[in-house]
């Protein structure tokens, strides 16, 4: 158990809709990550927040959107949804905001299990 | 661009044997690497972080080297067994916020 949590784990909804994808970090860890990997592919960096604040932003589509909760608490927005946005959407926390340049030893990244999306 | 490219997207082997998988990138010079194990259908776990002034790092079973004149890692798992099947993924700091960017992995399966 990596001490952070995702919900919901499974997530089933039609075209167009709009769905919230929650994550808690582990305690004391001030980044989230969200990343997406769909089927086959690789681990596509979405946002990262550290402290309530965006830091870094990848591939992330303006359908897409998130923030961090002031007790650190992530939620990814998906709007519109359309038929390839189905993947695995995981979260990740860290001690520390990786990226920067951050030398400290406790870097890594601690994952969720994810929220599998599927869209009919 | 900044590249990250793992050696081979599927590597057999048999059990007993060292494991040997590639991290290669392009146009970077990260200040750490760090590799990562996903099963199906999980999340990615961290397994070891190795420094740009680190040649070679050991935990138990694998061992990380980092060459940052040939710009790559190479992750080895010695005397492999079947629970070692999965998925490994190689990962640095790319782009202008340094996110955390993940190689596609190379799926390892060691066969009884």
């Known amino acids: 158990d990596s001490g952070v949590t995702q919900t919901p784990k499974h997530l089933i909804t039609a075209t167009g809709q709009r769905v919230t994808l929650r994550c808690s970090p582990r305690?004391?860890?001030?980044?989230v990550y969200w990343y997406q990997q769909s089927l086959d592919q690789g681990l596509q960096f979405l946002i990262q927040?550290?402290?309530?604040?965006?830091?870094a932003k990848g591939n992330i589509l303006e359908r897409f959107s998130a923030q961090q909760f002031p007790d650190l608490h992530s939620e990814l927005n998906l709007s519109s949804l359309e038929l390839g946005d189905s993947a695995l959407y995981f979260c990740?926390?860290?001690?520390?905001?990786?990226?920067?340049?951050?030398?400290?030893?406790?870097?890594?990244?601690?994952f969720g299990q994810g929220t599998r999306l599927t869209v009919v | 661009s900044q590249k990250i490219e793992q050696n081979s997207e599927a590597l057999n082997i048999q059990e007993g044997k060292t494991a040997t998988l590639t991290c290669n990138y392009t146009?970077?010079?990260?200040?750490?690497l760090q590799w990562y194990r996903q099963d199906p259908g999980r999340g990615p776990v961290f397994l070891l972080l190795?420094?740009?002034?680190?040649k070679e790092k050991r935990k138990e079973r694998l061992k990380v080297t980092f060459d940052t004149t040939l710009k790559q890692s190479l992750f080895h798992i010695t005397a492999s067994q079947p629970a070692d099947s999965a998925t490994y993924l190689c990962?640095?700091?790319?782009?202008?916020?340094?996110?955390?960017?993940f190689g596609s992995g190379t799926q390892l399966t060691v066969l009884p």
């Open positions: 990740a926390s860290s001690v520390n905001p990786i990226g920067g340049g951050g030398l400290a030893g406790n870097t890594e990244a601690f």
């Open positions: 305690s004391g860890d001030l980044s």
């Open positions: 927040y550290y402290n309530g604040e965006e830091r």
């Open positions: 146009n970077y010079s990260p200040a750490y």
């Open positions: 190795i420094r740009e002034n680190e």
């Open positions: 990962a640095l700091e790319v782009g202008s916020a340094r996110q955390l960017t």
